[in-house]
């Protein structure tokens, strides 16, 4: 059998494969650390229960969907509290309500969504909670 | 709070294996949880402001009402007026009422300074206008800017016969200063629109705008639909003006003009 | 049939990269604006849309023109369009496209383009003209594309293609009516509240279109064994004409309703474009060359020697196309924003890399004009062996 153009095809196919596999051959053997987000703050220490608006599994799965209802519940319905599962109220407020506990957003935020490589811009208007810089 | 704990555990974890991410726990957890207004908000059905320019005598009364509405928003000082990010501000009587100036009048109005800010307009066209309904009318009346949604095409600034939306050419973090950062509110991105909210995060206090506060009772601010109010009251018995009511806007803002016991 | 366009001469080639240097050049500009936001532009807070939505504004009329060679040709069966309804047709997609790019070039937050899919506005004349726009886009491409096809293969074609051609004669003053509401629906802004804005438009674009499609014509005539036809130019050469004419009037209408009404608000911004306020005078050279060009290019129109000898023609269709560019494009827009709503004077003016992105989006425009005029003439000068 006779390809025509046989080599430039090759050549392209070469090419075309090399760049799209660049990703995974520039990161190969490096192993990024684990993620190991730190619930460590003043305020949650002092939590006699230490949990947060939904259990644990939930907000680690939903966060993000929890987080687009808060705000256009706050923004656009003007809906401000949130009644949680077990009935606990809390003011629907990323950087008040979140950060008040979460004051450790490098640790607690950055540590997944960087090895997860999401960058969501939250922050680019809501001012994260002031930290040492470490 | 239909489900106990135990399933909405479950519930969420089978929809995140199910990988049908988002939607689906966003849904349970509406089923599972509810939102309520908080319950001291003040409530109308459409807010609107009476300023009684005479009351405001000096710079430092204007300057008040200002710096409380800019500090507390985190409103960035750019600096570059062609660049200004400004949700209240003042302007001369022909700069605020064209077409209403006069070749002779009265200098005492003529030489004043008029407070401007967004006038919330009862048919606004910002919100007509907008593409993505980023701005839009609330229930009170309160014309609203959702900031995470606008995509900064920048019709509504088009739109606008008052000159009362900024936009952020840039990011306006830099501009802002550090020590008078209000760290309870969030700042604005480069590329969307914003403009005075009617201080809607304070209404769901039950607080009144901010200008209102600092304006020591030259500002009143009530519902407009409530013959009761104080502005209600301000309106019945003082001589007013709107800006460029002729439009058919239906703007919110009244201005105190002269007569009464302030003339 | 794309094959066609990546084959050529080694002018096809040069021009083909020129077009592509000018687009990396803008794109790097671009990237900037991205980045820094769109401070690095000559806008302000009292103008708000300047170059790109003026391009925009203005390119809606040049696609929404080729309706003026789609109505004769298929509604009154005049054959000597034959030859020209494809160039007229692959003009509108590259138009629509180079409209859609300026609009997007031209967001603060580029990345949020579609909640305009996902928070539907219907009351916003802005999400009309994006469904409108695209609309257009895909008529035509599919249109052009399928009639071009069976040019080749030498069939006739098929019905399913004829409702299609129907829609779209609508469909284009659709276009370019919508994208006149978004200005002429604003109020406060008293040079575009104008009953007859949409009129304007579309008397401007049906003598910009074609006016830019009569150079196209004889450019292809240059550089090609295919030849548009002298008649088929000649048609357009009048339709020009009668349009020009038509857009000089509408706008004396405008001035004589400013003027005789008296009425301040409705004179400002026509006399500032023309004469300046308080020694503001950035767009008064513009507007001057602009009135120029037009009475110029009516002149050499109206005249039948000058219309029918094709040097003299293609002079008048150029400035014919740079007076609608100003008048449309900067007067129209940028005007619009003079004074402003406090009654007070803000000028515009570009800056260079504001310059480069618009240079950019017209050069990848031309880049698919290019191709797909390429694809065409080839098919055409097959078909004509």
């Known amino acids: 059998m006779k390809i025509y153009d046989g080599g430039k095809i090759l050549l392209g196919l070469i090419v075309f494969v090399g760049l799209a596999a660049f990703p995974f051959l520039y990161n190969a053997g490096k192993a990024a650390a684990k993620p190991d987000p730190k619930t460590d703050t003043p305020v949650i220490q002092e939590m006699a229960e230490k949990k947060c608006v939904e259990p644990k599994e939930f907000m680690r799965a939903g966060h993000m969907q929890m987080l687009n209802n808060w705000r256009d519940s706050v923004v656009r319905d003007g809906m401000r509290v949130y009644v949680s599962n077990t009935g606990s109220r809390h003011d629907m407020s990323l950087q008040n309500t979140c950060m008040n506990c979460h004051s450790n957003k490098k640790k607690f935020c950055d540590e997944c969504h960087n090895y997860m490589a999401v960058k969501p811009y939250c922050w680019d208007c809501h001012i994260a909670p002031k930290e040492k810089e470490s | 709070m239909s489900i106990n704990r135990r399933e909405f555990i479950r519930i969420a974890g089978i929809s995140t294996i199910l990988g049908l991410g988002g939607s689906v726990i966003a849904d349970k957890l509406g089923a599972a949880s509810e939102v309520l207004p908080n319950e001291k908000a003040l409530k109308g059905k459409h807010w609107g402001m009476a300023i009684d320019v005479g009351k405001l005598k000096t710079d430092a009364d204007y300057r008040k009402c200002i710096d409380a509405c800019h500090d507390i928003h985190n409103v960035p000082d750019i600096g570059n007026p062609k660049e200004e990010v400004k949700w209240i501000w003042t302007e001369s009587y022909e700069h605020t009422f064209p077409g209403l100036e006069s070749k002779f009048m009265s200098e005492s109005v003529e030489h004043k300074p008029f407070m401007v800010l967004c006038n919330h307009c009862e048919n606004p066209a910002c919100a007509r206008v907008c593409p993505t309904k980023a701005t839009y009318k609330r229930n009170d009346g309160l014309v609203m800017q959702d900031m995470h949604r606008c995509i900064g095409c920048r019709f509504c600034m088009a739109a606008c016969p008052f000159g009362a939306r900024s936009f952020n050419w840039r990011d306006p973090r830099p501009f802002i200063k550090k020590e008078k950062e209000n760290k309870e509110y969030p700042t604005r991105m480069k590329g969307v629109v914003e403009k005075c909210t009617f201080c809607f995060e304070r209404l769901a206090k039950g607080l009144k705008p901010a200008c209102v506060e600092a304006s020591g009772g030259a500002i009143v601010f009530g519902d407009l639909e409530d013959p009761d109010s104080e502005i209600r009251e301000v309106l019945r018995t003082r001589y007013t003006l709107r800006r460029k009511a002729e439009l058919g806007t239906g703007p919110s803002i009244y201005y105190v003009i002269g007569g009464g016991e302030h003339a | ?385």
Not at chain 3, 260 to 281: A, D
Not at chain 3, 336 to 351: A, D, L, Q, R, W
């Open chain 3, 1 to 385: 049939m794309l094959e066609k366009a990546l084959v050529g001469s080694r002018k096809y080639w040069t021009w083909v990269f020129f077009l592509l240097a000018v687009v990396g050049v803008g794109f790097l500009a671009y990237l900037n604006q991205f980045t820094t936001g769109l401070g690095i532009t000559g806008l302000s807070r009292d103008v708000t849309w300047g170059l790109y939505i003026a391009q925009f504004t203005f390119l809606v009329g040049v696609a929404a023109s080729a309706v003026m060679v789609v109505i004769p040709y298929y509604l009154h069966d005049y054959k000597k369009f034959g030859k020209v309804v494809i160039l007229g047709e692959f003009l509108a997609v590259s138009a629509v496209i180079m409209c859609l790019l300026f609009i997007f070039v031209d967001l603060g937050q580029p990345m949020r383009i579609m909640n305009v899919v996902l928070h539907p506005a219907p009351g916003s004349v802005m999400f009309w003209d994006a469904v409108v726009l695209n609309g257009y886009l895909f008529l035509n491409l599919i249109i052009g594309w399928y009639t071009l096809g069976a040019e080749k293969k030498g069939v006739k074609p098929e019905g399913w293609v004829k409702p299609l051609i129907y829609l779209s004669i609508p469909w284009a003053v659709s276009i370019h009516t919508v994208t006149a509401f978004l200005y002429a629906g604003l109020p406060g802004r008293h040079l575009w509240l104008t009953a007859i804005m949409a009129a304007r438009f579309l008397a401007s674009a049906f003598a910009s279109g074609p006016a830019l499609l009569i150079l196209l014509c004889l450019i292809v005539r240059k550089v090609s064994k295919f030849d548009p036809g002298k008649e088929a130019i000649q048609s357009l050469a009048k339709i020009v004409t009668y349009a020009m004419c038509a857009n000089v009037f509408f706008f004396l209408l405008e001035v004589f309703t400013a003027f005789y009404s008296g009425i301040p608000s409705h004179q400002h911004p026509i006399t500032y474009l023309f004469f300046g306020i308080e020694g503001h005078t950035n767009l008064v050279p513009w507007m001057w060359t602009a009135t120029v060009l037009a009475i110029l290019s009516i002149i050499l129109l109206v005249n039948p020697r000058t219309r029918k000898n094709e040097t003299t023609l293609a002079f008048a269709a150029a400035i014919l196309f740079i007076a609608a560019w100003i008048d449309k494009g900067m007067g129209l827009v940028v005007g619009g924003f003079i004074p402003n709503p406090f009654e007070k004077v803000v000028e515009y003016s570009p800056t260079a890399p504001e310059v480069a992105i618009t240079l950019g989006v017209w050069a990848l425009g031309f880049l698919i004009l290019t191709g797909l005029y390429k694809i065409a003439i080839s098919i055409k000068e097959e078909t004509a062996t």
